[in-house]
Nanobody, 116 residues
Framework: QVQVVESGGGLVQAGGSLRLSCTAS????????MGWIRQAPGKEREFVAR????????TYSDFVKGRFTISKDNAENTVYLQMNSLTAEDTAVYYC?????????WGQGTQVTVSS
């Protein structure tokens, strides 16, 4: 199994930046991708970004392209989500996940609140 723990959320003004971290533990050698999804109040969860654990192929949703950057440090088993030019629409709980052969392991979520 794999465990993931997020950190780095908080309150920021519109136009500001935050960096989220997600650290995996357990059978990390079996991870295929790691990524982030978010859920805003009253809305469904939506995909944000992911990165291949082997190599560095990344995928982003259209609404974060050019603003968010996902990266990783394999030695630290950690994935980062650098979020710039934040808007109120980015307010949500952000969840990290690890994909192990299509079995998804989720973190507890971290709140990001952007004040306008």
């Amino acid at each position: 199994q794999v465990q993931v723990v997020e950190s780095g959320g908080g309150l920021v003004q519109a136009g500001g930046s935050l960096r989220l971290s997600c650290t995996a533990s357990g059978r990390t050698f079996s991870i295929y991708t790691m990524g982030w999804i978010r859920q805003a109040p009253g809305k469904e969860r939506e995909f944000v970004a992911r990165i291949r654990w082997s190599g560095s192929t990344t995928t982003y949703s259209d609404f974060v392209k050019g603003r968010f950057t996902i990266s990783k440090d394999n030695a630290e088993n950690t994935v980062y989500l650098q979020m710039n030019s934040l808007t109120a629409e980015d307010t949500a709980v952000y969840y990290c996940y690890a994909d192990v052969l299509s079995t998804y392991y989720w973190g507890q979520g971290t709140q990001v609140t952007v004040s306008s």
